[in-house]
């Protein structure tokens, strides 16, 4: 027991000896604790996260400039095995609506009919019951480019799959809207190579973000996210702060990346 909480006091005091991070994204001010990202930002098992882990989730979004209250990042952890860091699909897509070259994109699905064994590449997200999903495609378009940039990815290499090799829940309820999100970043990333590199989402690390933002979390982690979020409100609002009068939309943090 005396080890125990030893070891428990030394975790306490490393992370409390943590510097936090400032930075400014979108005119909003951000700043980040150790105590903050353990609390708020990390879905799973955020008791077994480290400190080097922590600190590389705030390197991560201060040097790349993402908000993670807006959902544009997150650090999944799961028992004893390295913390994932991972982006939204949203700040892919903010970041390629800024950049003055973009010119849209389509992205959909790729399914096999089971009757005529026909392989149709498919707008959307649409599948027939009697289809099967191989995989996601899209193209993103540059007005100073002659062609788009493409992407095809398979179902298997990246549906996430539990333990005994079955869907888990994201990837089983929605597994057009997931592979066609892998397709999607594959392809913004093609296109904008400077912007996105070495960023990678939720779906191309086996996880999964849902239509709402949210990265899956199990029902039991939850539930303990949002009651501390109820009891210490206190904490969130004091990590969000309003820009002052003389701090524009466009000024970016010192040291801070600058995108396309």
Partial sequence: MAV????????TEAFQNVQSASYEVGGMKIELTPEIVKQYMVS??????TVDEVIMFMNLCKNSGLNPWAKEAYCIKYGSEPATM???KEAYMKRAEANENYDGFEAGIIVLDAQTQEIIH???CFKLPSEEILGGWAKVYRTDRTHAYEAEVSFDEYAGRKKDGSLNAQWSKKPSTMIRKVALVQALREAFPSAFGG?????????AEDVAGEVYVPPVEAAAIEEKAMVQPEVVASAIKEPTSDQGRSQAPEGQQTFF
């Fill in 4 to 11: 125990s909480n030893t070891l428990a006091k030394k975790r």
């Fill in 199 to 207: 960023m990678y989402t939720a779906e191309e690390k086996g996880f």
């Fill in 44 to 49: 799973g098992s955020k008791d077994n996260v």
């Fill in 122 to 124: 498919r707008t959307g």
């Fill in 86 to 88: 991972v982006i939204g």
